[in-house]
């Protein structure tokens, strides 16, 4: 957990110095404002980073910031197996979508995704994909009208 | 004035007005739900409808679509974490994890309950308003925004933790976040800043794919991570109760929801200045009304006061947004400008015509919005319990219904395939801020608010040098942003020596 | 767990051309279909406003009567739904560009990001030409141009960034015909520059003439320069380019018009068949003299006026064809959105 806020602090630091970088090179106007902000922003992200590396370790998992809490509930092994799981799926779906487009890439989706993590009868699987897709496609096709762009696949094989 | 107020009520309750309205509610309860959609971009799908219509019909149309879908857009932000709309999202960081606790109904109930008393009061001041709205608005010039976007960011200190390295995380987001909102082209000069040779990026990056990425992608994750369902594996709480329980809140705290309303309908009122900034300033305010450090911990963990305070802002700005709209044509938000699309098609022009030629209509704009409000909640009473129901779902069933509804309404905003991945983007910072103890409220915050700040701030300077710091209204704003600043520093001052008393 | 994995992958797969095949073969080829007007911008403005009246009318007069929706697609002042429309959308006559002409503007500057060209495209037509103009606060004592060469002090004009005729329309004024202008430039939108008008923080104002004529009808504003297209009610001012002091004056002035000339201008992708692209083309011609399409023109006080494709094409062949000595000179003014 350290070594994770010690880089969250070395991004920011990299973000602000990359973003003064840039800035210095542009006229006047353009570059106050970019600067008036990553200038402040470099100093209090160093500051966090001295206090992370020397400062007294701090109880509890995080700070005591007026925002969410993940739950602790889950052993940290499963939890971390799971969190980069959920978030192949979700690069996954994106995945889809550009290859497909989204009115085949939803039900797709669905369809694996309830399959292999959803852990029901396929007939129960393939009952809620279609409910997934009739509702996406009643709604979002029909009645608001939305287009959506096709995906790689369709032009490439010029459907 | 008062035979206009009873000319606009009529106008709206003729039978064909009427089921428009109801038609428009219909389509607005769905489309709020449904995050990404409902925001300007199927306002304007509606467009083509109202060509027949006469411009009573025609407001009672999109206006009433309009209104529901801010009070339903706090439900898929209670129930999933997911912003239904742009201006949900503040609704996101008490409501869920009050669901998250069983609590749904209680945090459904309030949500909606706070949207009903924001609309009203929202819609009181448009109609009290009238007779002072232009020299209201015209008295606050570019020098004036300026200050009072700087009162918006102030409150920051508000919404970071206590303590200096809550402080220092909390402004370090807030910096990044308006750095993020310098990317894009300058208005002033024209020059493009950090667009790394996108195109994409000439106009910056956009709210809502942001904010679907930041607030949910890291609720989908935890749900994920806990494999169970979103309340958790608790017994089912008696929802009736819950519902009525949270509207008991509302009443509970009244005072507080008045204030949050007045916010709302000040911050809507001022042109430009966006309905996304209300929502967080009220639920800044919503934090200071804690009576101890310890409640004030409570924040973001499922406070009702969290969720009642952007509740009300939300609704109320509604009627605040319409007042730079009607009175100028100046959109006070996205979705007013589509109704000022909506304005032109029908060959009205904002102004002061609105105001005095064509006054009836404007007052049937008031009207609707309490009566689709009103009708909105007594409808939703009945099925909040239910929908309160899917927190009790398998969370495997629900991550990728709630993925699709991320996408889809990410998508959706611009018709742009890149914003998925600014959602995916933004979701993994949002998910790695969670983490690791950095406060996500000052980010969007500072997001919302950059571009504004920036240029009210050139055009200040360039118009009147520094001669404006001494504009009276100016300095008074000057004054509020010092003791916006000051006050969770006061007030922690307060609550340490109540707390040592209290020993 | 293969087993399900690999029937769930097979199922999936098959769904793909049952989705196809709901694109299906049909007799009428519009029947049953959605025309989808791409417009590069969002919100509320003349150009959309115009664009959704066409959209009302279209579908009547293309065999098979489909659906026609406008989808809005904002971003770096058209660029980004014209490239989309010129590169990726189907050629299938489904898809029609709502232009905004000033995108040749970028071409001509060779700006990099674009990605189209505006010769290649199949125009279909235009909606008609719009005009600009440049108009001053009522209460002020400036009642035609002169008066503003021989003011005093800079009058302050209120323009929403470079790129825009709002900037670029005074810019030129003041470069090269002695217009004594200070641009305060970065409003949000042209609601705001009236905005602040009316709280007398800025002085002058130029926009489309459709937008200044609403403003001078509420009596905020009073118009004294115009562009060279002549929209009713503005025919009596005097043009910019005829103010110009200078003949390269004159001819940036000109560039910069040409688009308006051409005005709200409809197209299709390159490779759109030949019998779509003529059914279009009569289609819009056939609109614009629908009296009820008209009517509601009218009602929103916006001037329809049909401008065939071919004009639509010479014009901008024309503005494409410049010299390098005015390429150069323009590249000072006239910075394009990026």
Not at chain 2, 469 to 487: K, Q, S
């Amino acid at each position: 957990m350290r070594k994770a806020r010690i880089f969250f602090c070395l991004f920011l630091i990299a973000v602000a110095g990359y973003a003064i970088y840039s800035a210095l090179g542009w006229t006047f106007k353009a570059k106050l404002f970019p600067l008036a902000v990553s200038i402040p922003m470099l100093v209090l992200a160093t500051t966090q980073l001295l206090l992370d590396l020397f400062g007294r370790a701090e109880t509890g998992g995080s700070g005591p910031a007026v925002d969410l809490e993940l739950s602790a509930d889950v052993p940290a092994e499963v939890a971390r197996r799971r969190v980069i799981g959920i978030f192949l799926w979700i690069a996954g779906f994106i995945l889809l979508v550009f290859l497909f487009g989204f009115p085949v890439a939803v039900p797709l989706f669905m369809f694996s995704y309830l399959s292999l993590q959803g852990g029901m009868r396929w007939w129960q699987t393939i009952g809620l994909t279609a409910v997934a897709w009739g509702f996406f496609y009643v709604v979002f096709q029909r009645i608001v009208h939305l287009q959506f762009e096709d995906g790689l696949l369709q032009t490439w094989l010029g459907l | 004035m008062f035979d206009a107020l009873i000319d606009g009520l009529f106008l709206v309750l003729q039978w064909k007005a009427f089921s428009l309205m109801m038609v428009g509610m219909g389509l607005g309860f769905v489309v709020g739900l449904l995050p990404g959609i409902g925001g300007p971009a199927t306002l304007a799908l509606m467009l083509p409808f109202i060509f027949k219509m006469s411009p009573a019909e025609a407001f009672a149309f999109l206006l009433g679509m309009h209104s529901v879908a801010a009070t339903t857009g706090d439900i898929t932000s209670v129930l999933f974490g997911v912003p239904g709309e742009g201006l949900s999202a503040a609704t996101v960081l008490d409501g869920h994890p009050m669901a998250k606790k069983g609590e749904a109904g209680r945090a459904l109930g309030a949500a909606l309950m706070s949207s009903l008393v924001g609309a009203l009061i929202g819609a009181v001041f448009l109609a009290l308003a009238v007779p002072i709205v232009r020299p209201l608005v015209l008295s606050f010039g570019s020098p004036e925004l300026f200050m009072l976007s700087i009162v918006g960011i102030s409150c920051i200190t508000s919404l970071s933790g206590l303590g200096t390295q809550g402080q220092i995380r909390g402004f370090a987001m807030g910096l990044l976040g308006l750095l993020l909102a310098s990317i894009g082209q300058e208005r002033q000069s024209g020059s493009l800043r950090f667009d790394m040779g996108l195109m994409y990026l000439w106009d910056g990056l956009d709210l809502i794919p942001v904010l679907v990425g930041i607030f949910a992608i890291p609720e989908v994750v935890d749900l994920a991570v806990r494999g169970t369902a979103i309340a958790g594996d608790r017994p089912a709480e008696d929802l009736q109760k819950g519902v009525i329980e949270g509207i008991k809140d509302t009443f509970r705290h009244f005072w507080l929801v008045f204030r949050c309303s007045a916010i709302g309908v000040f911050v809507g009122i001022m042109p430009g200045a966006g309905g996304g900034v209300a929502q967080w300033m009220a639920y800044a305010h919503a934090v200071q009304s804690a009576k101890n450090s310890k409640e004030r911990e409570g924040f973001g963990k499922g406070d009702i006061r969290g969720v009642l305070g952007p509740g009300a802002a939300n609704n109320s700005k509604e009627g605040g947004e319409l007042i730079p709209t009607i009175a100028f044509g100046v959109p006070g938000g996205g979705a007013m400008a589509i109704l000022l699309g909506g304005f032109l098609i029908m060959g009205i022009v904002p102004g002061p015509d609105m105001l005095t030629k064509h006054l009836a209509i404007t007052f049937s704009m008031v009207w609707t919005l309490v009566i689709s409000n009103i009708i909105c909640v007594i409808l939703c009473l009945g099925i909040l319990n239910h929908l309160a129901k899917i927190t009790y779902v398998r969370g495997g069933l629900i991550v990728p219904f709630v993925l699709f509804l991320v996408f889809v309404g990410s998508y959706t905003a611009n018709n742009q395939i890149a914003d998925l991945i600014v959602t995916f983007i933004f979701g993994f910072l949002g998910y790695l801020m969670v983490l690791l103890g950095w406060p996500r409220p000052p980010l969007v915050l500072g997001f919302v608010l950059g571009k504004l700040i920036e240029t009210y701030l050139f055009i200040s300077m360039t118009r009147y040098g520094f001669s404006w710091l001494t504009h009276p209204i100016v300095m008074f704003l000057i004054l509020l942003v010092a003791l916006v600043i000051a006050y969770p520093y006061i007030q922690d001052r307060r609550l340490r020596s109540r707390d040592v008393a209290d020993a | 767990m293969r087993r399900t994995l690999l029937a769930s992958l097979l199922i999936g797969f098959s769904m793909i051309p049952l989705m196809v095949s709901f694109a299906g073969a049909q007799t009428n080829f519009y029947e049953g279909k959605t025309v989808v007007l791409v417009i590069g911008a969002k919100g509320a403005g003349s150009l959309i406003a115009a664009t959704q009246i066409v959209s009302h009318h279209l579908g009547k007069y293309i065999p098979g009567k489909p659906a026609v929706i406008v989808q809005e697609m904002p971003g770096a002042a058209h660029m980004l739904a014209t490239n989309h429309v010129f590169n990726v959308a189907k050629p299938d006559g489904l898809t029609i560009l709502a232009a905004n002409p000033q995108v040749a503007v970028a071409q001509l500057a060779k700006v990099e990001q674009v990605r189209f060209d505006v010769r290649k495209f199949h125009w279909l037509g235009s909606s008609g030409p719009d005009g600009v103009a440049l108009s001053v606060r009522t209460d002020l004592p400036y009642k035609n141009f002169e008066d503003i060469r021989k003011a005093d002090h800079d009058l302050i004009v209120g323009t929403t960034g470079p790129g825009s005729n709002a900037h670029d329309f005074p810019l030129l004024l003041k470069e090269f015909a002695g217009a004594k202008f200070k641009l305060v430039s970065g409003y949000p939108s042209n609601g705001d520059v009236q905005l602040a008008l009316q709280r007398k923080e800025v002085d002058v104002w130029a926009a489309l003439a459709t937008t200044i004529k609403l403003a001078m009808d509420q009596g905020i504003v009073r118009a004294v320069v115009r562009g060279r297209v002549a929209t009713p009610g503005f025919e009596n001012l005097p043009v910019d380019e005829d103010l110009a002091t200078s003949p390269l004056g004159k001819s940036i002035m000109g560039i910069r018009g040409l688009p308006l000339a051409i005005g709200r201008a409809f197209a299709v992708p390159p490779a759109t068949p030949a019998d779509r692209l003529t059914l279009l083309r009569e289609a819009l011609a056939k609109v614009l003299k629908d009296p009820e399409f008209l009517a509601e023109g009218k009602k929103a006080k916006i001037d329809f006026q049909y401008i065939s494709a071919e004009q639509a094409l010479k014009d901008f062949t024309a503005l494409l064809n410049q010299t390098p000595e005015v390429l150069k000179e323009m590249g000072k003014y006239i910075k394009l959105e990026g």
